[in-house]
Structure formats: C-alpha cells, structure tokens
C-alpha cells in the first residue's frame, strides 16, 4: 500500500480481532501491516490499545450477536478512556453503515468492505474520510496488499465479492459483485510470500470456480502457481458444485502441489430445496462431481457446508440430506441452521416456517451422522504416512508438536521436535472423529 509517503505515528497501539471467515483473516493482516507500516504498534490485549478494530461477519445473525456482544464489553474500555478509538470494518459495517453508529454510538469508524484499507487515512482524519464509508467501487484492487498468515503459510484473496446470489446469501451484498486479481498479481504475491519463507499458500474466492482473467481460469491459474512461484503446497477455497470443472480436477491429479482436499458445499440433499437456494445443481450432478473427483484423486479429502432447516423443508428432504452425506462420506463438514438475513430473496419471499427447535432438532442428527462418518474416515487413517506441515505445538501442551496433512487434517505428534514451517512425514497411529495421532517418521 501507498504508505510510505506518510508520517509515521507515534507507537499508537491497535489491536484487531477477526470474525467469519478465511477472507476476513487474509483482509485483518492486510489492515494489520498497513497500520505497522504508518507506526503503529500491535497491542496483545484490548484494553491496551488505543484502538480497537473489529473485522466482522454477518453470514449467520449469530455471528453478529457475538459482535454487538463484543461492542457492548468495548463500552467499558471506552467509558475510562474516552479517546480510545473503535473502528468496526468487513461485511457487518458493509451491512448496517450508518445504522451501526445509531445503535452503538461509542463505535467512531464504520468501513465497509470496499473502504477498509482506508483505515489509517481515517484514523488520521484526512481530507475526505467520514466516519462511516460504506460505497462500493473505491477499492484498488491491486494496492490491497496480500500477507502471509503464519512465517510460512500465507493467504491469497483470488477474486472478492460474489455474483451467485443464493438466495439465503448476505455475502453478495455485502462483498459486492465478483472481481478477480489477475494472475501476475497472484503470482507475484506468491512469490514473495516464498521469499520470506512461505512454504504453503491458500487461495481464496468465495466461488473459486468462477475465476477468470482474461484467457486465464483458474485451473490455469493454479498450474502458473504450482509451476512458477517455488511455492511447495497450494491449497484452495472455496468450489461451487455448478462449475467445479474436469479441468480443475485434472490440473489437481497432475499437479502434486495442489493438495488433495476440496470443499464442496454440498447446502442441502433435496433437488427441490436447492432450486429455491438458487444453487443450480442438482443433487445427482452433485454427486457425479464426487464420484470423478474420487476416482481421480483416490487420496483426497472432502468437507462440506449444510444448512437445515430452510423454509418449507421437510422431513423426508432432511432425510435426503442425511442420505447424500452417508453416500458422499464427508472428512469434514461445517453445518449450520437456516438463519434469515435481511435483504436476501429467501428473507423477502419466504416464511422461516420451521421452528428453531425443529431445526436444533434436524442439525443435532446431522452433526451425530457426521460425527460417526469423521470417525470412520479418520480412523481409516490408522497407519497411512502424510506428508505434513509443521505448524506448531497441540493447544494443549507446548510438548505436543500440531502438523496438517495434505488432505487439511491436524495430527498431535508426541515424539520428536521437527522445526516448525517445515515438511515432515508422519505415520498416524489413533484418531477420534476431530483429531489424528501420530509419530514422526524417523
Ligand atoms: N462462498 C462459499 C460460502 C460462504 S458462506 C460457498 O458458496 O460455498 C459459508 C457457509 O455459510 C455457506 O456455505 C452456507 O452453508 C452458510 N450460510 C450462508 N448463509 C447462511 C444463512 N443465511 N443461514 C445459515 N447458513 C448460511
Ligand atoms: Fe453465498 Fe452462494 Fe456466493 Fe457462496 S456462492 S458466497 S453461498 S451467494
Ligand atoms: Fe466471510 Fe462472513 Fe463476510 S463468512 S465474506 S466474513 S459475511
């Protein structure tokens, strides 16, 4: 970012905290250095920092409870330090604008996704900030500056916003319509997080599939990565059943860097239900998908979202759902209740007919069919090798050495102390339906 140019500030303390997603974290550590850049310092806690951030997420109502939640707890900080600033950026600002000031007042700055890079020029009050900007079509695509997440992991956003529209969806409105990075920015991000000893990068989209830049799509976008950057693993977010092409699976089998692990959101497992998502795939293609990805990729993993209980559901469509997650046998799967959001068509036009308790109901079953077939899957694991990233130590016990496989799994290894950011191979020798165990291969 155009930084330089600024005088520094002198050691302001800020301290941002991310919700929701992947793209919100690579989108905190872009927001994160632009400050460093200016001066600031990083304060470890909140009530040490002069400003406080929040990057929010609005996918779920709960997921913007926890943030009033969050605010509320801000107030006290505010009430002892009233120069304290309270800056709230990402898709729950893009949401809400001005009406996020008018419900918590002692929030001073409110950024939408658009404008949340202009974050130090606004602390600054420089010429022509406000204190809420919430316009989309102001973003420089190309200054937003990619950041590695980790010493040796690193995120990048591919391609922002999204033109799909499922109907129960907030994040086209709050993303704003699909636009890519071309390819020689990816690359050229890449190739820097190597540099600085980046050994693993995640590619970002909320619907992968769709990337295009030029003649470039993103199977060819994946190929100049693997091919052109030094980078040793690619792993990749987010493929819409519709157009999760051959081509793309094809570029997975032959490219090894391009890890094995693919999330499908699969949403739901009755045709009906699907067509009034607006996810124009049927379940049948769906799993057509998934039978080719499988026998392309013999080792891969697959995880998947869900949503129960949208409106009209019914039991025997929930039932579908069980079933198509017994036939696909998902590694992982991250379930949700049906939330309504303000604005999206399913808010408009249907009724959220189903009570919450029917929906607790729905999910507690699925979680419980999930739970079993994790298990199944990762004790299958038992005595397979994974080549494995190092990334830390176990949550735990700083003696547990924390490592992920190629298929996105975390395995806990007791023996050895391999140095993190490297390579390792790892033989798994027990699991549960969340964790692997395992041993270092000496
Ligand atoms: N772009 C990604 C998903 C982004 S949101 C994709 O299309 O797969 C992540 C997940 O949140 C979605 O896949 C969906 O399962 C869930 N979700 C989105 N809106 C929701 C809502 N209104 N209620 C419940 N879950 C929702
Ligand atoms: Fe939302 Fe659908 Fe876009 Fe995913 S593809 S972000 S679920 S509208
Ligand atoms: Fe991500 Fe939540 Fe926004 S899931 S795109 S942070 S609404």
Redesign the pocket.
């Known amino acids: 970012m155009t930084s330089t140019t600024y005088q520094p500030e002198t050691g302001r303390r800020f301290h941002i905290s991310t919700y929701g ?1 992947q793209m919100n974290l690579a989108d905190s550590s872009t927001i994160a250095q632009s400050l460093l850049t200016r001066g600031y310092v990083r304060a470890e806690r909140e009530e040490d920092a002069d400003i406080i951030i929040l990057n929010t997420c609005s ?2 109502e709960k997921a913007e409870d926890r943030i009033y939640g969050r605010l509320g707890e801000i107030y006290r900080f505010k009430k002892e330090r009233p120069d304290l600033q309270v800056a709230v950026v990402g898709c729950m600002a893009q949401r809400l604008g001005d009406e996020l000031i008018r419900q918590v007042p002692h929030v001073d700055f409110v950024l939408g996704t658009d404008r949340q890079f202009e974050l130090p020029d606004v602390l600054e009050g420089r010429e022509g900030t406000d204190r809420v900007m919430t316009a989309f079509g102001h973003e420089d695509m190309d200054a937003i500056e990619p950041i590695k997440e980790t010493p040796f992991s690193g995120f990048v956003t591919i391609a922002r916003g ?1 033109n ?1 529209y ?1 109907t ?4 086209p409105f709050v993303r704003g319509k699909e636009r890519s990075h071309s390819p020689d920015y990816i690359v050229a991000a890449v190739r820097d997080m190597v540099a600085e000893g980046v050994v693993e990068v995640n590619l970002l989209g ?2 992968v599939n769709s990337y295009h830049s030029g003649d470039t799509d993103f199977a060819d976008l994946l190929l100049r990565v693997a091919r052109e950057t030094g980078i040793a693993r690619i792993r990749y977010m ?1 493929s ?1 059943p519709k157009d999760c092409s051959k081509k793309l699976i094809h570029a997975m089998r032959d490219e090894p860097k391009i890890l094995p692990h693919i999330h499908l ?1 699969i ?1 739901c497992g009755s045709d009906r239900v699907l067509r009034k998502m607006g996810r124009f795939y049927s379940v049948a293609h769906y799993l057509r998908v998934v039978d080719y990805i499988k026998e392309q990729l013999p080792n891969v993993a697959l995880s998947t ?3 129960v209980g949208f409106p009209t559901e019914t039991e025997a469509e929930f039932e579908m759902t069980l079933d198509a997650v017994r036939r696909v046998r998902y590694d992982t799967a ?1 379930m ?6 303000p604005g ?1 068509l399913s808010a408009r036009e249907f009724e959220d007919d189903i009570p919450e308790a029917e929906k607790i109901r729905r999910l507690t079953k699925l979680i419980q069919v999930q739970q079993q077939i994790s298990y199944e899957c990762n004790q299958a694991e038992i005595g397979r090798v994974h080549r494995c990233l190092v990334e830390g130590t176990s949550k735990r016990s700083q003696d547990i050495i924390r490592v992920r496989t190629e298929t996105n799994k975390t395995v806990l290894i007791a023996n050895g102390s391999p140095t993190i950011g490297t390579i390792v191979p790892v033989q798994v020798s027990s699991a549960d339906a969340f964790t692997l165990h395992g041993e270092l291969v000496v």
Do not use: L
């Open positions: 997603c996918v779920r999204c799909n499922c129960y969806c907030i994040v909320q619907n987010t819409h959101p949403q979202d869900i949503i991250f949700f209740r049906y939330s309504v959001r999206t």
